[in-house]
């Protein structure tokens, strides 16, 4: 039976991240935890875990009211969420690494919250009929201020310069002009004893980092960005901006403020008291929660081509390294495609050209023809999408059907069967090549 929402306050079951669980629990909700690692509720070893398996993992009549998913900077590892018919949500994090992807993410959940307000524009392009939000990042502990403050300024982030090859550099030359230390590991070790926080950003997002170091009581000189920062706090009142990827900026800056710590302590306090105003983890938990109590009861009318994608980033993630974790995964990609096909979801070239490659490789790996099924159950219902055919076109080749090659070569050029031939062998082997669509 379904749960009387007006009765009890809703079981959420909360996917890649623990966010939000204490704060949801104090509400009066259920909260089970899934995912990579031991600090979840359900401890997830294998892509393609399901939402009935985790179902059956906590209980056998147990059914959530709704599945909130967490951004992790990846595909989502879980199968049957949009067969489910569970309202669903989801946080997209790192839209300025994965806008398109989240875009097209957006069609399958009932509400979507984005971290980098600069994107959503952008996702909408994606996906017209998603509902999406801006929701920002928040300070995800509390920590008390210390007035023993052992640095003029410091950072604390990764360094890596295959990941940041900009970060090291303006770190350099800013060591130069002024006093700062640079630090990895635990912000919380460095941030209350520091006059000042340096940001630097990956692609001018507004990152943990703002609210983390606004928390600790300390002075944040950070880029001066979009993404809602200047929306949420203001300029020399609760934190200090530089020019991005100015070093010399931020170093004159330091040193004004180092010069005078009254001034210093105030946009501190000041900036430390907005975030405990409104930049918590419950400010975000009520959110979030009252768009639940909007939407239980409300299934999302099942979409299933962008799980297709999801899981044809998985297997070409996997293809190197894990070639039977890239399997499960195609495979997972061509039940959602057939799902697709059947719900008369529109394939677009980029949608084809994700499929395509998870049949050249899957039919490859497994010696059959699997995923060949798939395509041409495709081509029926889009018999004019080039790409499609060229595939077709090249598998007749393969098998020595010359027949049945040249018809179908036709319906792309007629007379010009020898150049259909050789620019379906080159576009199968650049789709090998290729990792997705370009």
């Known amino acids: 039976m379904d ?46 875990t399901s939402i009935d398996e985790l179902c059956q993992m906590v209980s056998e009549d147990f059914r959530p009211d709704l599945i909130l998913i967490h951004d992790n900077s990846g595909p989502i590892a879980f199968t049957g969420i949009p067969e489910s018919r569970i309202p669903s949500i989801f946080y997209s994090v790192d839209a300025h690494h994965h806008w398109h992807f989240h875009g097209l ?29 801006w929701l920002p990042l928040w300070a995800p502990i509390y920590i008390e201020p210390s007035r023993d403050k052992k640095y003029q300024a410091c950072f604390v982030g990764n360094m890596d310069p295959k990941l940041h090859p900009e970060r090291g550099k303006f770190f350099k030359e800013l060591k130069k002009q002024a006093s700062i230390e640079v630090f990895e590991g635990s912000y919380s070790k460095y941030f209350p004893f520091s006059q000042c926080v340096v940001n ?17 009581g300390t002075l944040l000189l950070t880029e001066k960005t979009g993404n809602g920062l200047l929306e949420l706090f203001e300029d020399g009142v609760d934190l200090v901006t530089y020019q991005r990827a100015n070093p010399q900026d931020a170093a004159e800056k330091i040193n004004s403020f180092v010069k005078n710590p009254l001034q210093t302590i105030r946009i501190a306090t000041t900036g430390r008291e907005k975030v405990l105003q409104n930049h918590l983890p419950q400010h975000r938990a009520k959110k979030i929660f009252e768009k639940i109590q909007a939407i239980i009861g409300q299934p999302k009318t099942a979409t299933y081509l962008p799980w297709m994608i999801n899981f044809a980033m998985i297997g070409s993630g996997f293809d190197d390294s894990y070639p039977e974790g890239a399997l499960v995964a195609w495979r997972h990609s061509l039940n959602y495609a057939k799902l697709a096909i059947e719900n ?17 490789r899957f039919d490859m790996l497994t010696g059959k023809n699997h995923g060949e ?33 040249l018809q179908l070569a036709n ?14 062998e080159k576009f199968v082997a650049e789709i090998l090549d290729a990792k997705g669509p370009s």
């Open 411 to 424: 319906k792309i050029a007629p007379q010009s069967e020898d150049v259909i031939f050789s620019a379906a």
């Open 105 to 133: 993410l957006a069609a399958s959940f009932n509400h979507v919250y984005v971290a980098q307000k600069d994107y959503i524009d952008q996702m909408k392009e994606v996906c017209p009929e998603g509902s999406i939000e």
């Open 373 to 405: 099924t798939v395509i041409r159950e495709l081509h029926q219902s889009f018999p004019e999408e080039r790409l499609l055919t060229l595939y077709l076109v090249r598998s007749h080749l393969n098998r020595g059907e010359q027949a049945q090659a």
């Open 3 to 48: 749960r009387d929402s007006t009765l009890q306050l809703p079981t959420i079951l909360m996917l890649n991240q623990t966010w939000f669980t204490k704060e949801f629990k104090e509400i009066g909700c259920r909260v089970v935890t899934a995912g990579f690692g031991k600090h979840f509720d359900l401890n997830i070893s294998h892509y393609g």
């Open 344 to 360: 008369g979801e529109p394939f677009d070239q980029e949608s084809c050209l994700y499929l395509l490659r998870t049949v050249c």
């Open 200 to 216: 630097q950003t990956v692609r001018e997002d507004l990152n943990f980092r703002v609210f983390e170091a606004m928390m600790c």
